[in-house]
């Protein structure tokens, strides 16, 4: 099959680092980038010996593209899924697909009904350690696995301006361990009990966000999961999960560069490079995410992290921020019938 030429929506942080692999990755030929920024999009083009469009727009019209990469702002992922959708292009889009239930149903609608290739990016679970205990767990070698523990600590908090746009911190930040979960386990949640503290910057108050939370969740099998985040971790960026099993215990994200100091006499001290952010720690999951996404394109596999799963996520994140309102558990079905989908 002849070699793709792909679009690339959005020429910020995450676009610029797609840009750069998606020319190192098997099976693309040309890349086109656009943005809402005509000048950004041109100064990406330019640096990578790609192509700048004029617009967005121009990828679904006269671009004769194979597939589209979604890398723009939040609030314009759903719209951009669905003209790729009546276009009836593939795309891979970073999460999420929209920060509401409703915008994210009519997205994935649009896209079941056209027949698309629909992949969100969860990243973690093209992660070299979060695949190996997915095999491990599921081969049986930590037996009965009764409690998992899920870590998302951010070395600083975001602009202030982000904070209205993101979703708040279930929605954008944890979305990723609630999808790791499901991922790992195949199991699904049945109720949440979510709690969070705002005592950080005045911005996170002001618009009804909080910095800290930690949310406990109970599987359908009875598995405990306790989720924790915050946006003040000051030791560096630390993603870890522990699974705790009958038999055996494994933790992904404990190497080298894990921001974490053991007080133990012999134990060890401080990383001397910690990891400072998530495109350091997962650009080797970020790579493969979008190698997945060409080989699916070209029809050589499924999509390993097909549109829905960005739903079921959601879910789980709008029963957290329910439960922590309310202080009360939450089922994710709650939500779901609140929002029409169920």
Same mark, same amino acid.
């Given at each position: 099959?002849?070699?793709?030429?792909?679009?690339?929506?959005?020429?910020?942080?995450?676009?610029?680092?797609?840009?750069?692999?998606?020319?190192?990755?098997?099976?693309?030929?040309?890349?086109?980038?656009?943005?809402?920024?005509?000048?950004?999009?041109?100064?990406?083009?330019?640096?990578?010996?790609?192509?700048?469009?004029?617009?967005?727009?121009?990828?679904?019209?006269?671009?004769?593209?194979?597939?589209?990469?979604?890398?723009?702002?939040?609030? =314009?992922?759903?719209?951009?899924?669905?003209?790729?959708?009546r276009a009836g292009l593939p795309a891979f889009c970073e999460k999420p697909i929209a920060v509401d239930l409703p915008g994210t149903a009519?997205?994935?609608?649009?896209?079941?009904?056209?027949?698309?290739?629909?992949?969100?990016?969860?990243?973690?679970?093209?992660?070299?350690?979060?695949?190996?205990?997915?095999? =491990?767990?599921?081969?049986?070698?930590?037996?009965?696995?009764?409690?998992?523990?899920?870590?998302?600590?951010?070395?600083?908090?975001?602009?202030?301006?982000?904070?209205?746009?993101?979703?708040?911190?279930?929605?954008?930040?944890?979305?990723?361990?609630?999808?790791?979960?499901?991922?790992?386990?195949?199991?699904?949640?049945?109720?949440?009990?979510?709690?969070?503290?705002?005592?950080?910057?005045?911005?996170?108050?002001?618009?009804?966000?909080?910095?800290?939370?930690?949310?406990?969740?109970?599987?359908?099998?009875?598995?405990?999961?306790?989720?924790? =985040?915050?946006?003040?971790?000051?030791?560096?960026?630390?993603?870890?999960?522990?699974?705790?099993?009958?038999?055996?215990?494994?933790?992904?994200?404990?190497? =080298?560069?894990?921001?974490?100091?053991?007080?133990?006499?012999?134990?060890?001290?401080?990383?001397?490079?910690?990891?400072?952010?998530?495109?350091?720690?997962?650009?080797?999951?970020?790579?493969?995410?979008?190698?997945?996404?060409?080989?699916?394109?070209?029809?050589?596999?499924?999509?390993?992290?097909?549109?829905?799963?960005?739903?079921?996520?959601?879910?789980?994140?709008?029963?957290?921020?329910?439960?922590?309102?309310?202080?009360?558990?939450?089922?994710?079905?709650?939500?779901?019938?609140?929002?029409?989908?169920?």
């Amino acid at each position: 099959m002849r070699n793709l030429r792909i679009a690339l929506l959005g020429a910020g942080r995450i676009g610029s680092f797609h840009a750069a692999t998606l020319t190192r990755t098997t099976g693309v030929g040309d890349l086109l980038i656009a943005d809402a920024d005509p000048a950004r999009a041109a100064a990406l083009a330019a640096r990578i010996q790609a192509k700048a469009l004029d617009s967005p727009e121009e990828a679904f019209t006269t671009a004769d593209v194979d597939a589209v990469v979604i890398a723009t702002a939040t609030a =314009a992922h759903a719209d951009l899924i669905t003209r790729a959708a009546r276009a009836g292009l593939p795309a891979f889009c970073e999460k999420p697909i929209a920060v509401d239930l409703p915008g994210t149903a009519r997205a994935l609608a649009e896209a079941e009904r056209a027949g698309t290739l629909l992949q969100i990016g969860f990243q973690r679970r093209f992660d070299a350690g979060y695949r190996a205990a997915r095999e =491990a767990l599921r081969a049986g070698r930590l037996g009965r696995v009764h409690t998992i523990r899920a870590v998302t600590s951010d070395p600083a908090p975001p602009p202030a301006e982000f904070l209205p746009l993101s979703g708040g911190l279930f929605r954008d930040c944890m979305v990723h361990d609630f999808d790791t979960v499901r991922w790992l386990t195949g199991r699904e949640v049945t109720e949440v009990y979510a709690r969070g503290s705002d005592a950080g910057a005045p911005a996170f108050r002001e618009h009804g966000d909080v910095d800290t939370a930690c949310a406990l969740l109970t599987l359908d099998d009875g598995t405990l999961v306790s989720a924790t =985040a915050t946006r003040y971790n000051g030791a560096g960026y630390d993603v870890r999960t522990e699974l705790c099993g009958d038999r055996d215990q494994w933790a992904v994200g404990l190497d =080298a560069r894990t921001p974490l100091t053991s007080a133990e006499p012999a134990g060890p001290g401080a990383p001397e490079r910690p990891w400072p952010g998530f495109l350091e720690r997962f650009e080797s999951a970020y790579r493969a995410e979008l190698d997945a996404f060409v080989r699916a394109v070209r029809g050589a596999l499924d999509s390993p992290c097909p549109g829905r799963e960005g739903l079921n996520a959601l879910l789980i994140a709008e029963a957290c921020e329910l439960s922590r309102r309310e202080n009360r558990p939450v089922g994710p079905a709650e939500p779901a019938v609140a929002a029409g989908l169920g």
